[in-house]
């Protein structure tokens, strides 16, 4: 049984940094690509970065050069490191492993960017 639990999130000021972490068990996690959705409330879920079973990166514009993805396969675990955060960043994020044609989903944490 495949299972992806998300961690991490909490309530910060805007300016601020948190760091996600999403530990994947049940699946080989090294051939997969994986990637974090970020969904506010009464959007759609949208992807915000990709970490690639070899290591490629890739992030939406709106986190460029603030949010940075990584993996560690020995812990089956791929970080969301989120910095100078903003309000529009808040909402719930979601880690997906992705190797086709499977995907699996984790739960989601919440993040909330406020003062």
């Known amino acids: 049984q495949v299972q992806l639990v998300e961690s991490g999130g909490g309530l910060v000021q805007p300016g601020g940094s948190l760091r996600l972490s999403c530990v994947a068990s049940g699946l080989i996690f090294s051939v997969y690509n994986m990637h974090w959705y970020h969904q506010s409330p009464g959007n759609q879920r949208e992807l915000v970065a990709t970490?690639?079973?070899?290591?490629?990166?890739w992030y939406a514009g709106s986190v460029q050069g603030r949010f940075t993805v990584s993996r560690d396969n020995a812990a089956n675990t791929v970080y969301l490191q989120m910095n100078n955060l903003k309000p529009e960043d808040t909402g719930e994020y979601y880690c997906?492993?992705?190797?086709?044609?499977?995907?699996?989903w984790g739960q989601g944490t919440q993040v909330t960017v406020s003062s």
């Open positions: 997906k492993a992705e190797y086709s044609p499977y995907n699996y």
């Open positions: 970490i690639t079973n070899d290591r490629g990166t």
